[in-house]
């Protein structure tokens, strides 16, 4: 039998999904479990996107064109004209999902060895992508203390090597909610110029801004042709099965390059497509609703987190995450005895082990990721037992 | 501005679409263009198909399971057994098209300089997913005098070095149609097991098997753990648009490896599995009238050819292409010829330059590959265009 290959080996498995047969033997039993643990909204998708495709009326479900229907990619502009982001519908390129989207501009900028800053804790997936490309994921380390800001130019300066060919950040970011400042944005402008990197901005939680203004990668200027922005429609809709996502930048050179890989898979999905294009046309203000949502869902969690004796959680400004310190000895035995061992009025809550979003060995272990993707009554419930869970957990720290 | 990768530059981009702005060109003329070029069917999506999805009643539009949704997987192990493949659902990850069955079975097996022997002429995209995974194909060539048969297992053997891991075949093949006998998958079977290699198998046209037994990797004994099937709906559905596929394979190993590239990209588009899972359902006399509609669809296209002077086209076996010898001097310049300097009442013809469907430089310059994806009416305008082009074609050959 031959061997697989050694990338086989390597490409980390979810560090989310190791806790799922747990939580499945949990609800066997009868336990109500609050997932916290992952970023698939509650939230319903709005009716006039799934009606667009249930009201579709086409008899051949075709290939669109590789880059993504034209129809959608010019209303997209429209879209990203709101955020004063000035794009052509050809510097678009739609993927299926965000995941295609970042993995289509690693291969595209990136060669086998070369080096991608990132800020830590990140999102866990960058290092599957990472090893698919067979590119070296370099993180440096944000902290909770001070909510996760971007580390001084001089910790980037110092990861920079000969290798070092782009950052990668996510902002809003997917885990902390950190929301990066135009200041620290001119930052990163600063850094790629000097040192001739691109810059990769996954904007996937753009529209969940909370506590100050959300500044585009896309909008920094002197910057446009290091530029590539990882977008998706998965949470801004709550449309995460669709699978749809876009590439966007300025760099002519990239978009030739991307779209090469774009043509190699044919197409994105047609039916998501149908309603992704339907989302452009929500009215304005279902933003305003869902962002109030969210807002306020943020506002209990955090500060029922920080009641809890021994947890501290700073107050996230964008996405619907939250990464919170706990007072245990190791977040995934944590998590799992949370699944396994524990229960309060026959329920429990699964979390995210901070542990995955670091790349550096033994960083996150007091520390969990929250997805506040519940509502607020649940979101009390699920902080009820996690107060009751420290309280007896056995590897509590003192 | 940072350099873009090498992968970047070496991916190369579609041979078929290079020639659409010279169609789009001809049709702005008003000339009616055929197009023979892709394997986008004319034929309808059966409407149970779309139903399925346009009556779905969900509200929250959920990533599914990362390996598909395992009703979906359950149920297509009734479709294969109707094949007398026995397979597991747990043996069965969905994917996002064949193309990305293709790119996970590569990233899965396949390390950077590992080298994969594909009989040419073959599908173009395999040398787009060969780079993306950083692999090298290695063609043995097939001739149009035997069909394209599978070359003799002398010709495989002496492309075999300890870079080797894996032969991919596609049967029916895309693009000459041939359609493997049990001999020759014998023939496989024995070299993958002699040279502990994979048999990488896309069975994209299992159903459109006219002459013949159609054969599936998956059944050939002993060969268990190196096989690896790669799936679609596209063509068997007409759903090209959905992008769903399927890796299949008996191998744990790397149905584990693939499971951590499915995980990195969350989930395979859940509209799209919908129609798929009702596509099991549909009634068994749906493949006879398809396949009765492409086989004399191939049965006019053939004799045609042939009749048209000069022109050779053997009879292909199965899936919907034929691959056809013309008396020209460079199948790419005649290609664009026909649509940017000829026309016939009005009309003309699309095909596919054979040169994109080799690796090795040179073969393919007097072939075109011909996608009957056209009713018979259309066929014989188009084969009547093509024999007009012949006949005052500058390059053609004596």
Known sequence: MPNISERGQHMPPSPIR???????????????VYHLNIGQPDIETPKPVLDAVRNSNFKILEYSHSAG?????????????????TVDHTEIIVTTGGSEAILFGFMACLDPGDEVIVPEPFYANYNGFAVEAEVKVVPVTSGIETGFALPPIGDFEKLITPKTKA???????????????????????EI????????FSDEAYREFSYDGENISALNLSGLENNVVVFDTISKRYSACGARIGAVVTHNRVILDAVMK???????????AQIAAEAAVDLPDDYFDEIKE??????????????????????????????????PIDDADKFCQWLLEAFSYEQQTVMLAP?????????????????????????IAKAMECLGKALEVYPGRLQ
Chains 1, 2 share one sequence.
């Open 69 to 85: 229907n034209e129809s959608y990619r010019r209303k997209l502009t429209g879209y990203y004209k709101k955020f004063d982001i």
């Open 293 to 326: 949502e969210y807002q306020s869902r943020r506002d209990l969690l955090v500060s029922l987190l920080n009641k809890i004796p021994g947890v501290f959680c700073p107050n996230p400004g964008g996405a619907f995450y939250a990464m919170a310190r706990l």
């Open 192 to 199: 790629c110029l000097k040192h001739n990197l691109f810059l």
């Open 167 to 189: 950052i990668l950040i996510c902002n809003p970011n997917n885990p902390t909610g950190y929301l990066y400042s135009r200041a620290e944005m001119e930052v990163l402008r």
């Open 354 to 378: 901070g542990t995955g979003f670091y790349a550096t060995p033994g960083l996150g272990k007091q520390e969990v990721r929250l997805a506040y993707v519940l509502n607020r009554e649940n």
């Open 261 to 271: 890989f774009a043509q190699a898979r044919l197409s994105p999905p047609s039916f």
């Open 18 to 32: 190791k806790l799922v047969p747990y939580a499945e033997a949990a609800k066997k039993k009868g336990v109500t």
